[in-house]
């Protein structure tokens, strides 16, 4: 869809990245934490949890790793959070423990190269199965394929003309900010203030005809509300947001992994990358990890749902799809470091390498260690529509698992309630999304001690995330299959509630029909519960002692 208009530009922004930074009226900076009955507010009751339930109970400290686009480990609401690997010396340019991974102090970067550089943006997996095809199919005639070839080389037609027409729109999009942006940059020049207001700009000299057009854009702009200031980020953001579209996104005939160094064909390959957690945008990540573990005890900032954990990072998403092997990867570092439960707020259309996530998935549940998992930001049924990663494993087996019994699949709660308490934007599916869980204008960390408010499925994860965070630290006996039951079977949400469908323009639906359960997250019913259930999983005496506690880089690589 084209844009037509500078006030539909904003709207469509927002609809197409389901991601945004502020609301037409916000919640309390606190929303998540609070509770129905006692605050007017569907949070996760998280407040009334410590205070009614969790005071002055014991707990044992988890580790929580969160892989994503990078994590600010010097934030002050992180800082004191942070995983520290405890057999490695920071920055001495050695692999103290034998890992295979020098200096990974906060966690491991997969996504950078060994002389410091990191990959920052990246393509669409569509673009790079793309690319991957129209080089198998070069010159030839398509007449002389095979059934099975003509359907793959149908798919790659179809691919090319989605990917054309993505990359001149996003394009087209990109050039319309850019041409906004310099009228917005035109008016605070000529008014010589940051961020001018109705009657500064009603003063100017509309002689200038550069002046004169600036003058009417914003006119129109700020009698909708806001400012120049607001409204300046938003267009920076939109051509930002295009232009990576048109330049990364689509762009079949760019490479970038040769920053990585490492053989990407090769899929058991693990040992690459460098120690940079926070690479060159931490933005995503640092909010994600704000949203799970902040500090609770430093008085500042904001606070986190879990109080006694540790964030360990792992960068493995650019700006672009992340890559199926760096996946992999990084759910095995993390299971190899000791995390009881990983966050993960990323997932795209395609997938290159399927095999090797669920090789991972399989060995993260094989030692006991909960997933939890972003739903999209789409609007889609992921019951009928691709999204990847998922629970579900591609090669099943005769006596397999057909599916991670410990993976959790959140959906976008909104604080709005009634009507309007699923996202517009967030992914749904009665069968492939477990949960809904709080996701929009939601406050937390910004690398370099910042803070803000963001909309999507990344943020409900990592909320989800901090409540199974709290049940496996006060609970530790309790298994990670046995977590996401207590969290699935103490949801909450008014009985056959109905909402506005996700991706519709008012569009009614039961709420039972977006995801299994039916309903959001609740700590507090959750930690109730927990208390009552008797342990079934024995002690993994050795995650329990940590594998980097004498555990070579040859014992890493022969387990998985």
């Not at 430093?298 to 996946?327: H, S």
């Not at 570092?333 to 997932?347: L, P, Q, R, W």
């Not at 046995?482 to 519709?504: D, Y």
Request: net charge negative.
């Amino acid at each position: 869809m084209k844009i037509k208009n500078s006030l539909f530009i904003l709207l469509l922004l927002f609809s197409v990245t389901g991601y945004t930074q502020y609301s037409v009226s916000t919640p309390p900076e606190n929303w998540q934490h609070l509770d129905k009955m006692q605050d007017g507010i569907m949070g996760v009751s998280a407040d009334k949890m410590y205070s009614d339930l969790l005071n002055g109970k014991s707990s044992e400290t988890i580790i929580v790793a969160v892989i994503d686009g990078g994590v600010d480990p010097l934030h002050e609401d992180l800082k004191d959070v942070m995983w520290n690997n405890p057999n490695e010396i920071p920055n001495n340019g050695k692999d103290d423990d034998g890992n295979g991974y020098i200096d990974d102090y906060y966690g491991w970067n997969f996504i950078g190269g060994k002389n410091g550089e990191n990959v920052h943006h990246d393509q669409l997996e569509v673009t790079r199965l793309y690319k991957v095809y129209r080089e198998k199919f070069k010159n030839v005639d398509p007449s002389s394929l095979s059934k099975k070839d003509k359907k793959l080389y149908d798919k790659y037609l179809e691919m090319g003309q989605t990917i054309e027409e993505q990359r001149s729109e996003a394009g087209e999009n990109a050039a319309f900010y850019g041409n906004l942006l310099e009228v917005v940059n035109v008016l605070i020049e000529a008014t010589g203030k940051d961020d001018p207001t109705m009657e500064d700009v009603q003063k100017l000299d509309t002689d200038d005809e550069a002046v004169g057009r600036a003058v009417q854009v914003a006119m129109s702009m700020l009698s909708e509300g806001g400012s120049v200031k607001e409204i300046k980020k938003e267009l920076e953001f939109g051509l930002k947001y295009f232009s990576g579209h048109a330049e990364f996104y689509y762009n079949p005939d760019i490479e970038v992994r040769g920053i990585v160094g490492d053989d990407y064909s090769n899929s058991k390959e693990k040992y690459y990358g460098n120690n940079n957690v926070k690479g060159p945008d931490a933005s995503h990540g640092t909010h994600v990890a704000g949203l799970i573990a902040a500090s609770r005890k430093n008085g500042v900032g904001m606070d986190g749902i879990a109080d006694n954990v540790k964030i360990m990072a792992i960068r493995c998403v650019p700006d672009g799809d992340e890559r199926d092997k760096d996946v992999a990867n990084s759910i095995i570092y993390a299971v190899d470091n000791g995390a009881s439960i990983i966050n993960m707020s990323f997932g795209k259309g395609q997938s290159w390498d399927k095999k090797a996530v669920d090789k991972a998935v399989k060995y993260a549940m094989k030692n006991d260690v909960l997933l939890v998992h972003a739903a999209g930001n789409d609007g889609k049924n992921t019951d009928s529509e691709s999204n990847f990663p998922n629970d579900k494993f591609k090669k099943k087996g005769l006596f397999g698992p057909k599916n991670a019994k410990n993976w959790l699949e959140i959906g976008a709660l909104s604080w709005k309630g009634g009507k309007e308490s699923a996202a517009s934007f967030s992914n749904y599916g009665k069968d492939n999304v477990d949960l809904f869980s709080p996701g929009v204008d939601v406050y937390s960390t910004k690398p370099d001690n910042q803070y803000e408010r963001e909309n999507g499925t990344s943020m409900a994860s990592p909320v989800a995330a901090g409540v199974a965070a709290v049940i496996r630290s006060y609970y530790p006996e309790l298994s990670a299959v046995q977590v996401k039951e207590i969290l699935m079977e103490t949801t909450t949400m008014t009985k056959s509630a109905s909402v506005v469908k996700p991706g519709t323009k008012g569009e009614m639906i039961s709420f039972s029909e977006l995801c299994v359960t039916g309903g959001a997250i609740n700590a507090y019913e959750a930690v109730k519960k927990a208390e009552n259930v008797k342990p079934k999983k024995k002690k993994n005496k050795w995650r329990k002692s940590g594998v980097k506690a004498g555990k070579s880089a040859k014992a890493n690589k022969d387990r998985v």
